[in-house]
C-alpha cells in the first residue's frame, strides 16, 4: 500500500459545527503533516507529527486540533471555523520528520466549505 | 526567509512544444528539492527529488535539473496530459525539524 487517504474528500460545515477530517496512511511512514491550500495557491505546512508527537504547530489557531492515535492514523478536529478556512486540506507522510529521500506522498485532499 | 519563487506562474504549449519551467530558491540550507504535478482539486504527485547541484532526473517527457540557486523542469514534446500544476518545494532544517516550502507553482496548459 502506497497511499495517504483521506476521508471525507467533500465537507461543508457550518460556524457553529463540530468536524473532523481523517486520514491514513499503511506505509510504515512515522511523520504525519496537515497542509492547507488555497485556490490557485501552494500548500502551507500546518502541522507535523513524528512520532506520534506533535512536533511542530505553525501558529495555527486553536479551532484546528490535530490528533494522531497511532502511527498510521491523524486527525484534524474542526471547530467554529470561518469562513476564510475554506480550503483544500492535504495529509502527507514521510518515512520520518528527517525529510524523505523519495518525497513526501500527499493523499487527494478533504475540500472543506465553511458556511 | 526561506523563499522559492517559480516561473512562469501561467503556461500555455501546443502539444510537441517543448519548454522549460524554472524553480529559484533562497534557504538557509537546502535539504532536498522537489518537484511535484498537482491536478485540480487533487493532492499533489511526486515527481522528482534532487540533492546536488549538477543532478539530473528524467522520468518520461520530463527532466529536472539543479544548480545552486534554482531548478529546471524541462518538459519534451508536451501532451495535453501533461496538463496540470507543477509544484517545487525545498526541504530545509528548522526549529529542530526539516520543512517542507512550496512554490507557487507554474499552471501548464498544453492544447492539441
Known amino acids: 500500500d502506497t497511499e495517504v487517504t483521506q476521508t471525507p474528500k467533500h465537507l461543508v460545515m457550518g460556524m457553529t459545527n463540530k468536524k473532523s477530517l481523517k486520514c491514513e496512511q499503511h506505509m510504515g511512514h512515522r511523520a504525519m503533516y496537515w497542509y492547507k491550500q488555497k485556490a490557485k495557491k501552494p500548500p502551507e505546512l500546518m502541522f507535523v507529527?513524528?512520532?506520534?508527537?506533535?512536533?511542530i504547530n505553525e501558529s495555527v489557531p486553536s479551532r484546528f486540533s490535530p490528533e494522531c492515535p497511532n502511527s498510521s492514523l491523524l486527525n484534524l478536529h474542526l471547530h467554529a471555523l470561518q469562513p476564510e478556512d475554506s480550503a483544500l486540506y492535504l495529509c502527507?507522510?514521510?518515512?520520518?520528520?528527517?525529510?524523505?529521500?523519495?518525497?513526501?506522498?500527499f493523499g487527494s485532499g478533504t475540500r472543506l466549505t465553511v458556511v | 526567509e526561506d523563499q522559492v519563487t517559480q516561473s512562469p506562474e501561467a503556461l500555455r504549449l501546443q502539444e510537441g512544444e517543448s519548454s522549460s519551467l524554472n524553480c529559484s530558491y533562497t534557504?538557509?540550507?537546502?535539504?532536498?528539492l522537489f518537484w511535484y504535478r498537482q491536478d485540480p482539486g487533487k493532492g499533489p504527485e511526486f515527481l522528482f527529488t534532487l540533492y546536488s547541484a549538477g543532478e539530473e532526473k528524467e522520468k518520461e517527457r520530463l527532466k529536472a535539473t539543479l544548480t545552486k540557486k534554482e531548478s529546471f523542469l524541462h518538459i519534451t514534446a508536451p501532451k495535453p496530459e501533461d496538463s496540470a500544476t507543477y509544484l517545487c518545494a525545498v526541504q530545509t532544517f528548522s526549529g529542530g525539524y526539516n520543512k517542507l516550502i512550496f512554490g507557487a507553482g507554474t499552471r501548464l496548459a498544453v492544447h492539441p
Open positions: 534557504v538557509s540550507g537546502l535539504r532536498g
Open positions: 507529527y513524528s512520532y506520534e508527537k506533535l512536533s
Open positions: 502527507a507522510s514521510s518515512p520520518r520528520a528527517g525529510g524523505a529521500r523519495d518525497g513526501y506522498t
